[in-house]
């Protein structure tokens, strides 16, 4: 895979990978719950979801050639960005009034 597809697959995984908590009721997209998930574990699952979608951002880079050092900054600006990925299953699961 080159580098720019691997990008775009790892962007393309962090947008769907930052609505799964909010476009549906099973737990990581797999199992199902008893009853409905509540905000606290839906963001409990966005941040799992994040460290996911970066190791497999991190094993891409690795394959690719060397792997980059990071500070904090750089997880700070990606975890921003995965929030603002998140924003449109938020804003359907939360925000979009169905027939009411």
Known sequence: MSLSASIWFVIALALAGANLPFVT???LGLLTL????SLGLRLAELVLLYFVVGGL???????AG????QGWEFYAVTGALFLTLAFPGFVWRYLVQRGR
């Open 66 to 69: 060397q792997i980059a050092s």
């Open 25 to 27: 009721d099973r737990l």
């Open 57 to 63: 951002g991190l094993l891409l880079e690795k394959r």
């Open 34 to 37: 008893k009853a409905p998930k």
